[in-house]
């Protein structure tokens, strides 16, 4: 019984243990250029490596737009034609892989600049018209030669390959006084500017030798608004001054039939960006015509 039990303990201790399943998924790069050509043809490429094998990869742009990519055996990478149609100078890129297990994995996003790509804006009724854009190179610029210029929009240059949180990615307001505001979002900055002509291209030194300032707000009179979690409505005064209108009757003799539809939600996160007026109870309390000309540039609202 003895020379039994050993046995069985022997044969059990040569067993080996079970493998555990593969469920990682390719180690995949970066696509390469990150340049394009506004409506021309431009081959993308990436590599992507896996111990199971690599199975297949798609090119995904602006997290919207999938092509599969072929491998090339030449090269030992993953490759693509793909042309720039959209009317959008930046636009992201990655490679989304998948091994032979079915294990898959995305790429990091990257942003690819589009030469000659007109920016999109859509009207009320949803057509898409060209924004003009235009840069002045200012790098070579000092502090005081930047802020001489203002009223003056600033940002520095992207060196290619970043990614949406790349601060270069960031236009900023500077004022009179030295001072660098960000817009929180385009609703803002398209109240105040119609296109993106005359970014000033400055230094990274430059760019940080301007102090922050506070956000920009709503320019007056262009816009109602509401925070998403209330229902009341603002319509914008001079120096960031929200004032509650006090009925729907109100919001029509000021903005119209349509004033539901000109309202725009601003996140809680900014409540401290304004400050707060009193009640419009009639159109006589509030002047819109009079709040959109109150102001030149953003300068006048700060």
């Not at 007056?220 to 603002?234: A, S």
């Not at 601003?266 to 309390?285: H, K, R, V």
Request: net charge negative; glycine share 6%.
């Amino acid at each position: 019984m003895k020379k039994f039990s050993l046995f069985l303990v022997l044969l059990l201790g040569t067993a080996s243990p079970a493998l555990a399943a593969d469920t990682t998924g390719p180690e995949v790069g970066t696509v390469s250029p990150l340049s394009a050509v506004y409506n021309v043809p431009q081959t993308y490429s990436v590599t992507a490596t896996d111990s199971s094998g690599v199975e297949s990869c798609t090119l995904v742009v602006s997290s919207i737009y999938e092509t599969p990519m072929a491998y090339n055996e030449d090269t030992d990478q993953w490759e693509v034609e793909y042309t720039f149609d959209t009317e959008r100078s930046a636009n992201s890129i990655r490679a989304r892989c998948e091994d032979t297990l079915g294990n898959e994995t995305s790429g990091k996003s990257r942003i690819v600049s589009v030469a000659g790509a007109p920016m999109e804006s859509t009207d009320g009724e949803g057509d898409v018209t060209p924004i003009e854009t235009s840069e002045v190179d200012a790098t070579d610029w000092s502090s005081a030669e930047v802020v001489a210029a203002s009223p003056v929009l600033i940002k520095t240059v992207c060196p290619g390959g970043e990614d949406f949180t790349h601060p270069c990615r960031t236009v900023y307001f500077l004022d009179n006084e030295g001072y660098r505001h960000a817009f929180p979002n385009e609703k803002v900055y398209f109240t105040w500017y119609a296109d993106y002509t005359d970014l000033h291209l400055v230094s990274s030194e430059t760019m940080s030798s301007f102090s922050l300032g506070r956000n920009i707000t709503y320019h007056p009179g262009t816009k109602l608004v509401k925070y998403q979690t209330v229902r009341t409505v603002y319509a914008v005064e001079r120096y960031s001054v929200l004032r509650p209108i006090a009925s729907e009757a109100t919001a029509i003799d000021l903005y119209g039939e349509n004033w539901n539809q000109q309202i725009d939600d601003i996140s809680e996160a900014f409540y401290a960006n304004y400050s707060y007026g009193e009640i419009i109870d009639e159109e006589s309390d509030f002047y819109v015509a009079a709040q959109t000309a109150s102001v030149d540039s953003i300068n006048d609202n700060l």
